[in-house]
């Protein structure tokens, strides 16, 4: 069965650092979105992607963080300086169109730990 | 917007028993509702889904839900719990765009289940 993968599964980086965390789509899938859930926090949704470009963003999605499909497989987030608030599960959910219209894909997430 | 709200963060229930998780919705639109699992360290996965059609729906590993408009609620419920059903639930809604819409996560319930 197809799966979203993302990489890398744990990252630890230092506060004022860049990260980027990447995630492989489901094949022929649309529409990419990455949520966070902070540790012991519901399940938040940060930006959604559609025909390369952002087609929905919450608050959270502020300066510090952009989004891209470089080669057309993958999918990034980037965090261009990260706070210690930024410590959360970055999970990468795809999206088909007809047949599971509207089902989201969920990968296994990023454990992004911040010091 | 839409919003999901789930009524119980904690919910402990004997082996065999019947499993209710509650759920209740606002949305100004007919909502698509969904109900994912989340293992220990583990990323989302998709129970059931309604968008339209039949009001009560059958998911994966014995689990249901019925979408009752009336009562604006899509409680999860499963008739014999079993041990392995252990795990965060989470209630969530989008719209229905065709340019595809965020994700909208209740606070989740945290399943035990007791031998």
């Known amino acids: 069965e197809p799966e979203v993968t993302q990489t890398p599964s744990h990252q630890v980086t230092q506060m004022g650092q860049e990260v980027i965390l990447r995630c492989v789509p489901i094949s022929n899938h649309l529409y990419f979105y990455w949520y966070r859930q902070i540790l012991g926090q519901k399940v938040e949704f940060l930006v959604s992607?559609?025909?390369?470009?952002?087609?929905?963003k919450s608050e959270i999605f502020d300066d510090q963080f952009s989004v891209e499909r470089p080669d057309g497989s993958n999918f990034t987030l980037k965090i261009r300086s990260t706070k210690l608030e930024d410590s959360a599960m970055y999970f990468c959910a795809t999206q088909g169109t007809s047949g599971s219209y509207n089902e989201q894909f969920f990968g296994p997430g990023t454990r992004l730990t911040v010091l | 917007a839409q919003s999901v709200t789930q009524l119980g963060s904690h919910v402990s229930v004997s082996e065999g028993a019947l499993v209710l998780l509650r759920c209740n919705y606002s949305s100004s639109v007919p909502p698509y509702l969904f109900w994912y699992v989340q293992y220990p360290n583990q990323g989302l996965q998709l129970l059931l889904k309604?968008?339209?059609?039949?009001?009560l729906v059958k998911g994966i590993n014995g689990f249901e839900a019925e979408f009752k408009k009336s009562e604006t609620s899509f409680h999860l419920t499963k008739p014999s719990a079993h041990m392995s059903d252990a795990a965060e639930y989470f209630c969530a809604v989008s719209g229905t765009s065709n340019s595809g819409y965020a994700l909208n996560f209740g606070k989740g319930t945290s399943l035990l289940v007791t031998p």
């Open positions: 309604y968008t339209t059609g039949a009001t």
């Open positions: 992607f559609y025909n390369n470009e952002i087609s929905e």
